[in-house]
């Protein structure tokens, strides 16, 4: 393929290699953001066009706002790797691969600047709208694979997503005092947790047992909901924010 017109009607087009079709489902039904992790953008743009990486994704946004798309949306970017998001296994076919340009741990894990922000909000919303995604389906990659990545990271502001209308935040939470579940613990608080967490989408099995596994994604959980304490213990803070995203899910009224 040599070229293609961009399905973000403000992107520019730089085709990657690295691409292939979609299996099993005929268009994406969720987004996924990254941080790039590099030094620079051009290094990562590069890289997610160099057919030795066998690395890619769909769009990438720089830090000045610039958008590159690199693969089509109707074609399948290997951005996600080995992950999971409600039993589905192939995130690659099921996703729009975002990358956003920000050199995460490399340098402590800078602020994304505004304008950049900006750019990613009019990206997704466009991607949503035409798309159909639901707001629970906008997702980091530490969501989909937890402990294995942590991008795009704590310094990602998905409140100022969510207030454009991106992403999933609780409507409302409710604080009720708990002993903080965590590491060790077993029984009917560790399978009520883990249920909400499989509920939600995370790959967890439930076993009555706060094992590794469990903090693990408790701390996948945090750093996209709770980002200022990723300790991967179940606090009142923590269960009450899991307890209300789940109540908000479509089809599930626990309230």
Known sequence: M?????????????????????????????????????ETG???????????????????????????????????????????????????????????????????????????????????????????????????????????????GPAFPWEQLHARGIGNLPARVQLAAIDPIRSGEEGARVECVQSMLNLYGYGIEITGRFDTRTQTVVEAFQLHFRRRKVDGVVDAETHALLTALVSDLPGLPLR
């Not at 994704?57 to 798309?69: A, K």
């Not at 304008?115 to 997702?139: F, G, M, Y």
Request: charged share 25%.
């Open 2 to 38: 040599s070229g293609f017109t961009a399905d973000f009607a403000g992107a520019e087009v730089r085709v990657s290699p690295n691409f292939g079709p979609r299996r099993d489902v005929s268009r994406a039904d969720m987004i996924v953001l990254h941080y790039t992790g590099m």
């Open 42 to 152: 051009d290094a990562a743009e590069r890289w997610l066009c160099d057919p030795t990486s066998e690395v890619s994704c769909h769009y990438l946004v720089h830090e000045d706002g610039r958008i590159v798309q690199m693969v089509r949306e109707a074609d399948r970017a290997w951005h996600a790797g080995r992950s999971s998001w409600h039993g589905a296994t192939d995130i690659n076919s099921r996703s729009i691969g975002i990358e956003i340009v920000n050199p995460g741990p490399m340098a402590g894990h800078p602020p994304f600047p505004e304008t950049q922000i900006e750019a990613v909000a009019a990206l997704c919303l466009d991607i949503s709208s035409r798309l159909e995604i639901p707001k629970e389906r906008v997702l980091a990659h530490s969501d989909v694979a937890p402990g294995r990545k942590v991008d795009p």
